[in-house]
């Protein structure tokens, strides 16, 4: 059992919500669709997306469901959207006012990956997504306030990183707010994790030396100056001979 300070309430949950991190793993059979799909950034990204070599079989957008987009189907919810598509994983492109319903949509709807790149999201609204989050052992999120995940090999890209500048041994930074743990992403499948830059590193529990320690310990690479980064980069792209 852990303890999770909510102010001067204390909330005691099980650990299974560490038992997703197998979540992240992406390949190229992950299915994923978008909420906010039929939207400006929904549309965009998702259409990066796809030119990228993701397998985007579908999106959620209510006033929209039945009809196609990008020439995927849109569906009404995200259990609906899973249950038609067998989708494992999806982006979140909807406005911090309903961003946290969109999250706990699809932790209801128990969708394996759950990436949610929206901004500004209210703390509060947040804390009510955590509270549901470590209460379940099927779907992990990324986020919110990400750039997402990305798997070269799979050409699968989840988020808006571009994907021109990412190549295999690299995976893609990530960041959320204060409420959902930095450090928790760090027990991720194993794999070389490169170039987490200050900004990306920002939230969580802990001080810049907690992160340092934490970082090295799930063995990234860190750049104690932003000006080594590039050569640091650059050395260890050669050793994986990716340059």
């Given at each position: 059992?852990?303890?999770?300070?909510?102010?001067?309430?204390s909330v005691r949950y099980s650990s299974e919500y560490a038992s997703t991190n197998t979540n992240l793993l992406l390949t190229k059979d992950t299915k994923v669709i978008i909420q906010g799909f039929t939207g400006k950034q929904g549309t965009f990204h998702a259409q990066q997306a796809i030119e990228y070599g993701t397998n985007i079989v579908g999106g959620v957008s209510p006033k929209k469901a039945g009809k196609?987009?990008?020439?995927?189907?849109?569906?009404?919810?995200?259990?609906?959207?899973?249950?038609?598509?067998?989708?494992?994983?999806?982006?979140?492109?909807?406005?911090?006012?309903?961003?946290?319903?969109?999250?706990?949509?699809?932790?209801?709807?128990?969708?394996?990956?759950?990436?949610?790149?929206?901004?500004?999201?209210?703390?509060?609204?947040?804390?009510?997504?955590?509270?549901?989050?470590?209460?379940?052992?099927?779907?992990?999120?990324?986020?919110?306030?990400?750039?997402?995940?990305?798997?070269?090999?799979?050409?699968?890209?989840?988020?808006?990183?571009?994907?021109?500048?990412?190549?295999?041994?690299?995976?893609?930074?990530?960041?959320?707010?204060?409420?959902?743990?930095?450090?928790?992403?760090?027990?991720?499948?194993?794999?070389?994790?490169?170039?987490?830059?200050?900004?990306?590193?920002?939230?969580?529990?802990?001080?810049?030396?907690?992160?340092?320690?934490?970082?090295?310990?799930?063995?990234?690479?860190?750049?104690?100056?932003?000006?080594?980064?590039?050569?640091?980069?650059?050395?260890?792209?050669?050793?994986?001979?990716?340059?």
């Amino acid at each position: 059992m852990y303890v999770l300070k909510l102010g001067s309430v204390s909330v005691r949950y099980s650990s299974e919500y560490a038992s997703t991190n197998t979540n992240l793993l992406l390949t190229k059979d992950t299915k994923v669709i978008i909420q906010g799909f039929t939207g400006k950034q929904g549309t965009f990204h998702a259409q990066q997306a796809i030119e990228y070599g993701t397998n985007i079989v579908g999106g959620v957008s209510p006033k929209k469901a039945g009809k196609e987009h990008l020439g995927k189907p849109v569906f009404g919810t995200v259990k609906e959207a899973m249950a038609a598509t067998g989708a494992t994983a999806t982006a979140i492109y909807v406005p911090q006012g309903g961003s946290a319903q969109a999250v706990l949509e699809a932790i209801e709807a128990e969708m394996p990956l759950i990436v949610c790149i929206t901004e500004g999201i209210p703390q509060h609204d947040m804390v009510r997504v955590k509270h549901a989050l470590l209460r379940q052992n099927k779907s992990r999120l990324l986020g919110p306030n990400c750039p997402g995940i990305i798997c070269p090999p799979a050409n699968c890209k989840i988020g808006i990183m571009p994907a021109s500048i990412h190549k295999p041994g690299c995976i893609g930074g990530r960041n959320a707010k204060p409420v959902v743990s930095f450090i928790a992403g760090l027990t991720a499948p194993p794999g070389r994790r490169m170039g987490h830059a200050g900004a990306i590193i920002s939230g969580g529990k802990g001080g810049a030396m907690d992160k340092i320690k934490a970082l090295e310990k799930a063995n990234v690479l860190v750049s104690r100056s932003p000006a080594k980064m590039g050569s640091i980069l650059f050395k260890e792209m050669k050793r994986l001979q990716i340059v």
